[in-house]
């Protein structure tokens, strides 16, 4: 059985690459926010259940002329899910990345030059509750 999850833990990954953006990480109970270097970090809180935009903190993204790539470590209540989309736009074209894997979670995005983005979440949990979340953040020229 391990070597099956092994395999597609694998498959994942590659194919998440293969779009541009992947998950560093396919364990969600062994994330440690605390050891990646964030230059950035949002503690913050929402209402479960529902989708809220600006989860990093910031209600619009702009790029500029250059490539950046965003990596990120969600921390978040053990028995929650944090459903991440990251909505892009470049030269009058969409794409999302979207990761909806259960617990803490590590995962990297990279933006093309002269992107506007936003970051979209919903949180699971008991109905009209707040949870909080730490949102650990760093950007680096690709």
């Known amino acids: 059985m391990k070597r099956i999850i092994s395999i597609l833990v694998a498959a994942v990954a590659l194919g998440a690459t293969l ?22 970090v949002l503690n913050s809180y929402m209402p479960t259940n529902l989708e809220r935009g600006a989860i990093d903190g910031r209600s619009y993204n702009i790029g500029g002329s250059l490539t950046y790539t965003f990596d990120i470590c969600l921390d978040i209540p053990d028995t929650s899910t944090f459903t991440i989309e990251v909505r892009i736009w470049n030269n009058g074209t969409q794409t999302s990345f ?17 992107s506007f983005w936003q970051v979209y979440g919903t949180l699971t ?14 950007m680096t020229l690709s």
């Open 19 to 40: 779009t541009g953006v992947s998950p560093a990480s396919a364990a969600t109970s062994a994330v440690d926010c605390s050891t990646g270097e964030y230059t950035r």
């Open 98 to 114: 979207v990761d909806d894997r259960p617990g803490d979670k590590i995962f990297r995005y990279t933006l093309a030059p002269n």
């Open 125 to 138: 949990g008991p109905g009209s509750t707040y949870l909080y979340y730490t949102w650990h953040e760093k």
